[in-house]
C-alpha cells in the first residue's frame, strides 16, 4: 500500500464517520450502534496513521517505505503516548 492508498483509506474513514454521525442525527441508527462502528474506525484510522508515520520515516532513513506493513490494531492501540 502506496501514501496515496493510505492517505485515500483514511478519507474513506473519516467519510464514513460523518456519515454516521449524520445517520445518529437523522435517527436512522442507535447510539449503540454508532459507538460501536465509532470505536473501529477509530482503530482503523490509528492503524493507518501509524502506517503513513511509519512509511515516511523509513523514506526519511533511506529505506523502502514499502516493506512497511500495517501493526495490529492491538499493537498500535497499545503504544505509549
Request: proline residues 1%.
Amino acid at each position: 500500500m502506496d501514501d496515496n492508498s493510505v492517505l485515500s483509506r483514511i478519507h474513506d474513514l473519516v467519510n464514513e464517520e460523518h456519515g454516521l454521525r449524520q445517520q445518529l442525527s437523522d435517527g436512522t441508527i442507535s447510539s449503540k450502534d454508532e459507538h460501536a462502528r465509532l470505536k473501529d474506525l477509530e482503530e482503523a484510522l490509528d492503524q493507518c496513521w501509524d502506517l503513513l508515520r511509519r512509511r515516511r520515516a523509513a523514506r526519511t532513513a533511506g529505506n523502502d517505505p514499502n516493506s512497511e506493513q500495517a501493526h495490529s490494531v492491538g499493537e498500535v492501540e497499545g503504544y505509549l503516548q
